[in-house]
C-alpha cells in the first residue's frame, strides 16, 4: 500500500530520490499557506463568480451615487447652520419678552428698618462695662509693676551667680589647681568687672 513519489531534480541540479509515502499525502509545497480572515476577505472577490460586465459596472455607478449623496456639498451646511442659529435666537428672544413683561409687573417694596427705642437697661450695662475695664487695666497696671520688679531681681541673682563662679576659677588659678585655663575662661574672668558694674546699677534702680 501507499503511493511513490517520483524522482526529482532540484534547482540546484541535483536530484531527489524516489519515495514511497502514505495514501492522501500531499507535498509540502501544495499545503494551503495560512491566511487570518482579514486577508481572506481582502482577497474575496467583490462580485460573485461568473457576473456579467454590465451587472459590475451598475453595481459600480450605483455605489458612487451614494458616495456623491454622502458628500457635503460647500457652503450649504454653513447656511443650515446659520439658519438654526437664527432660530434659536428668534425663539430665545420670545421667551425673554413675557419674562421681562412679568418681573416690571411685581412691586419691589423695600423693607422698612424699625428704630430702636433705647430701653433704662442700657445704661446700667454700660457702667457695668465701664468697671470691668477699669478693673482689667488696674489688673494689668499691678502684673507689669510685678514684672519690672521681678526681672531685675532675677538679672541680679543670675550675675551674682556668675561672680561667684568666677571668683572660684580665679581661686584655682591662683591655688594651682587650674594650671593651663582655657580661652572661655579666661573670657569669664575678663568679664568679672563689667558683671560687677551690672550688680551695681540694678542694685541702685531697686
Known sequence: SGTFIPASQRPDGTWRKQRRVKDGYIPQEEVPLYESKGKQLIK???YPVGASPEFIAEHKAKLEALAAKNKVIP???TKTQEGSKKKKKKN??????PVAEGLSKIMISEPEFHKEVPTHTDKPLSTAKQ????????DNSSTLSQKTIIEPQKRLKNLRKKIREIEVLEDKIKTGALKNPDKEILDKIRRKIEISKEIKRLEAAL
Open 44 to 46: 474575496k472577490p467583490l
Open 75 to 77: 457652503g450649504t451646511q
Open 92 to 97: 430665545k428672544s420670545k421667551t425673554v419678552e
Open 131 to 138: 468697671i470691668t475695664t477699669n478693673n482689667i487695666t488696674k
